[in-house]
């Protein structure tokens, strides 16, 4: 069964740091692109950053220099790590394998101003 787990949200005042984890099960995210998206209170859920099999990255206007997706081939994760946080990144924030239309069941992040 094919399962993408998120993990290491929490509450973290302006400018702090968090850094996002997402676990994957019966797929291989070497051999795919793997992606973060959010969605904040009263939003529709936005793509934040992206990963390439190549390691390529894409990212939104809006966390670009902040935020930094990579990838552990060997460990089957997905990292996002999340620097300069700011009250408008508070959101739940999902993993998404875009090849194998998969999304994890979201973490909680609220940045306190």
């Known amino acids: 069964q094919r399962q993408l787990v998120e993990s290491g949200g929490g509450l973290v005042q302006a400018g702090g740091s968090l850094r996002l984890s997402c676990a994957a099960s019966?797929?291989?995210?070497?051999?795919?692109?793997m992606a973060w998206y959010r969605q904040g209170p009263g939003k529709q859920r936005e793509s934040v950053a992206l990963?390439?099999?190549?390691?390529?990255?894409i990212y939104a206007d809006s966390v670009r220099g902040r935020f930094t997706i990579s990838r552990d081939n060997a460990k089957n994760t997905v990292t996002l790590q999340m620097n300069s946080l700011k009250p408008e990144d508070t959101a739940v924030y999902y993993c998404?394998?875009?090849?194998?239309?998969?999304w994890g069941q979201g973490t909680q992040v609220t940045v306190s101003s």
């Open positions: 998404n394998s875009p090849s194998y239309h998969i």
């Open positions: 990963i390439t099999s190549t390691g390529n990255t």
């Open positions: 019966g797929l291989s995210i070497s051999i795919a692109p």
